[in-house]
């Protein structure tokens, strides 16, 4: 345990390199209750890189105060503590958005970012209220919006679904030359859990760890996914940069 105090924990497990690897966690099943890590397993590549799980219980999209200024401090002292010299991020849905924020205060050399959200600020997007419970409580808003991805050296890997929930996200994200966006055909927000029923989730996030963009594509490809840019040429209807 590194850290524990409301609303943080933040916990590590060793590994055996210099590569660390940073899990932010989704909001969870359940609304009074601490949220389960994730991707501990596959971030861990069989005890290799050393991992750091981030979970808040106030589900702030790194907003709310002193939780981004902390989650930094913390991985910081880690990072200098044990000569960490990779460090990458992981993340599903508010994990993925906490991610890229996470991206755009430390350098890092991967993000893997699952289903994240452009903003859930009412006021940026009031019409998005599947997490009315959660953002109704965030009182301070330092990180609104993804209007900025972080810059190269870091490689961003993102995945989203195709619903029009998904694309009132992912849609208002920009483009990056660091940035490979793939689109999963008729998914929802809920894709992540189908492809790791399919066996398929811990392929692509190794792939994506080890920087393999042909073992991604054909991964992708395999569960049904395009690349957005292949995506927005067969959908026509969608001009480049817009949102119906």
Not at 175 to 180: I, M, P, Q, S, V
Not at 207 to 232: M, S, Y
Request: hydrophobic content about 40%; some cysteine.
């Amino acid at each position: 345990m590194l850290h524990d105090a409301h609303p943080l924990r933040i916990e590590a497990a060793r590994g055996l390199t210099r590569s660390l690897m940073v899990s932010f966690t989704s909001v969870g099943n359940h609304r009074l209750k601490w949220p389960p890590k994730e991707f501990v397993k596959m971030a861990s590549q069989e005890g290799k890189n050393h991992v750091i799980t981030v979970t808040d219980i106030s589900r702030s999209w790194m907003n709310g105060t002193g939780v981004a200024a902390r989650i930094k401090t913390v991985i910081s002292d880690y990072i200098l503590a044990n000569g960490i010299t990779k460090v990458m991020a992981i993340g599903s849905s508010m994990g993925a958005y906490c991610a890229l924020i996470f991206g755009q205060m430390i350098p890092l050399t991967r993000i893997i970012a699952f289903a994240p959200q452009y903003s859930v600020h009412p006021d940026i997007l009031p019409e998005e209220t599947r997490w009315n419970w959660f953002r109704k409580d965030i009182a301070d808003w330092p990180h609104p919006a993804l209007d900025t991805l972080p810059q190269a050296p870091a490689k961003i890997f993102m995945f989203h679904g195709d619903s029009e929930d998904e694309q009132r996200h992912w849609r208002r994200i920009g483009r990056a030359d660091n940035l490979t966006h793939y689109i999963f055909k008729d998914q929802d927000h809920d894709f992540v859990a189908r492809l790791k029923e399919a066996s398929a989730l811990h392929k692509l996030v190794r792939a994506a760890i080890h920087d393999n963009p042909w073992r991604v594509n054909k991964l992708v490809g395999w569960c049904g996914g395009v690349t957005r840019a292949q995506f927005e040429a067969e959908n026509t209807e969608f001009k480049s940069g817009s949102y119906p």
